[in-house]
């Protein structure tokens, strides 16, 4: 550590009260052991199913096989090789170069990932303003595009739309302006804690390797069953070897029926993959929360060491139950989303299902909003999840901010980030390979494939950053609800954002305090914590340097400067 760094936080407890429970007891186990328990029941199943499988799958399913209704049951039959075609598109020059081409653009793209941290954190504004720009622009060229090939009325529909969108971004301008400075904390917070990108894909390839092999079982279930009369053929002319449905529509004579224990066992492991997938999902949130909370919450002069180890260490330790119980939640959500859809398409005449789908698909979403807000609390304070989700439910009421500003606005302006960054990187690839390779048409089928090779990687790395600092940004909103309950201040430019967002809740004047600390300017009844004490945030007190007037902020007292208004 160099003579000028600030000092690091190692052993000593967080100084807000809000935030760290070092010594957390374990909630949630049963959750955590009824996980457990799924998991070596679905691998038990897959080695099974790979032992067990029928060796002759590959011939039985072939089309040759099923179309012959001699086959139904499975009778003696000669060995035959599945129907196959050769391949006529073979790019000798990117086949050539295939492992060097796939390690550039790798490499392209965690610079390209990198390079839109950078424009995030330096120009924020910029690319608001360029995805903006783009989302109106490209509905109005493509109407341009149809109206000079001759097509007229069918260019109105893209014009209107292009006009409509350009009327909601007017009608959020304030909103958007907003956007850049959300992002760029987030990016700062990203850019404080580096570890939070590695840990994020340590776990993600941890993930793969659990649910690989199960994924892998679920499929070899498949395997395990035989050849049936095609419960779909009406009727059999043997001589001519075909079948036909109601319809009359020509159809295979046999089908492949796997056994009854595969399709539980099919049914059951795809459940636990589900529920594993978002147990990743749900296991990155909270050690992203934890990371950045330990961030936000340590004072000015000192920065926390081991945060990334901390809270990798809860999330796979006494807060497992509770991220196996959210998780569990949030693929129940999934499928009574997708019951609804659905429903919602095979009744698409039907006005009251497609309303009553409406307000219950509103209703899930708001659920599954609050349980993922609910692992971010919990990464904070270590609760287990129900109360967690109860404390987060009431923090959203009493705090909520503008729906639009904080939750789709910016993920909105991050995914066609993304895509605008891995347009221009697969379009330079594209290029570079095509004059490089002679610019003939080997060279033009080549480059093609390298474009899209290296826009393909450069979403999958754009994407992987901007969802870092989506829930970076979720992070920092809870932590900020967290202290404006405690009539605290302790990050001032990030209240100095936040506070601008539209909100329920009248803002609270934000002064410094004799010590250099911030803290909400309130009345006295206001401060007053349990047992007539003032309350804490932040390690400090937190004292009423002056009295809100109506609407707004505090009056400071002489000589403490003030946030300026919203």
């Known amino acids: 550590m160099g003579r000028n760094d600030p ?19 374990p909630q949630d186990v049963a959750w955590k052991w009824l996980y457990i328990a799924s998991v070596l029941l679905t691998i038990v199943g897959g080695i099974s199913a790979l032992t067990h499988r029928n060796k002759d799958f590959s011939r039985l399913i072939s089309s040759d096989y099923l179309a012959d209704p001699g086959h139904c049951p499975v009778g003696p039959s000669p060995t035959r090789r599945l129907l196959g075609s050769e391949d006529d598109f073979q790019p000798k020059l990117f086949l050539e170069a295939a492992g060097l081409c796939t390690g550039v653009s790798i490499a392209g793209g965690l610079l390209l990932g990198l390079l839109a941290l950078y424009l995030i954190k330096s120009k924020p504004h910029a690319m608001v303003g360029a995805a903006v720009g783009l989302q109106v622009l490209l509905p109005a060229a493509a109407g341009v595009t149809i109206l000079a090939a001759g097509g007229g009325g069918s260019s109105v529909p893209m014009f209107l739309m292009s006009g409509l969108l350009a009327f909601v971004f007017y009608l959020y301008r304030q909103q958007l302006a907003l956007v850049g400075r959300l992002l760029g904390v987030a990016s700062h917070a990203l850019v404080d804690n580096p570890s939070i990108v590695g840990g994020s894909l340590l776990l993600q390839a941890g993930g ?31 001589g001519a070897k075909t079948c036909t449905d109601d319809q009359g529509q020509a159809v295979a004579c046999c089908a492949w ?13 795809s459940l636990v993959v589900g529920w594993s997938s978002l147990l990743v999902f749900t296991v990155k949130v909270f050690v992203i929360s934890g990371v950045t909370a330990q961030w936000y919450f340590a004072p000015a002069t000192q920065k926390p060491r081991g945060a990334l180890r901390r809270s990798l260490g ?7 139950g509770s991220l196996c119980l959210a998780a569990w939640l949030l693929n129940l959500l999934q499928m009574l989303k997708s019951m609804a859809e659905n429903a919602r398409a095979e009744n698409r005449d039907n006005f009251f299902v497609q309303l009553l789908v409406s307000c219950f698909e509103f209703l899930l979403t708001l659920l599954e909003a609050v349980t993922k807000f609910a692992v971010v609390r919990l990464a904070i304070t270590g609760d287990a999840l129900m109360p967690s989700c109860r404390s987060t439910a009431d923090l959203l009421a009493r705090n909520l901010l503008d729906s639009v500003g904080v939750w789709w606005f910016p993920g909105m302006i991050l ?9 221009v990187w697969g379009l330079a690839v ?21 474009g899209v090779l290296a826009f393909f990687f450069g979403v999958l790395t754009v994407s992987f950053i901007n969802s870092i600092l989506l829930n970076i940004v979720d992070a920092v909103y809870i932590c900020f609800a967290m202290d404006r309950d405690a009539q605290a201040c302790t990050r001032l430019e990030v209240h100095e954002v936040y506070a601008l967002l539209p909100s329920n809740k009248a803002p609270l004047g934000v002064v410094e305090q004799p010590d250099g600390n911030y803290a909400f300017g309130s009345t006295p009844a206001a401060t007053a914590g349990h047992g007539g004490q003032p309350g804490l945030g932040h390690g400090q007190q937190v004292l009423a340097y002056g009295v809100p007037h109506a609407g707004g902020y ?11 208004r919203a």
């Open 314 to 320: 809860h999330a796979l330790g006494p807060n497992f």
């Open 554 to 564: 505090a009056q400071p007292a002489a000589g403490y400067p003030s946030v300026p």
């Open 208 to 238: 793969l390797l659990l649910i690989v092999p199960m994924l892998a079982g679920v499929l070899l279930a498949y395997t395990n069953g035989g050849v049936i009369p095609n419960p779909a053929a009406a009727s059999v002319d043997a």
């Open 415 to 423: 995914q066609v980030t993304a895509l605008l960054l891995s347009c």
């Open 257 to 269: 029926m796997p056994e009854g224990w595969a399709i539980a066992y099919m049914a059951w492991g």
């Open 430 to 450: 594209f290029g570079l390979s095509y004059g490089a390779w002679g610019g003939d048409n080997a060279a033009l089928s080549s480059g093609i494939a390298m």
């Open 7 to 25: 000092p690091e936080l190692d052993e000593q407890p967080m100084l807000g009260s809000v935030f760290f429970n070092r010594n957390r007891r």
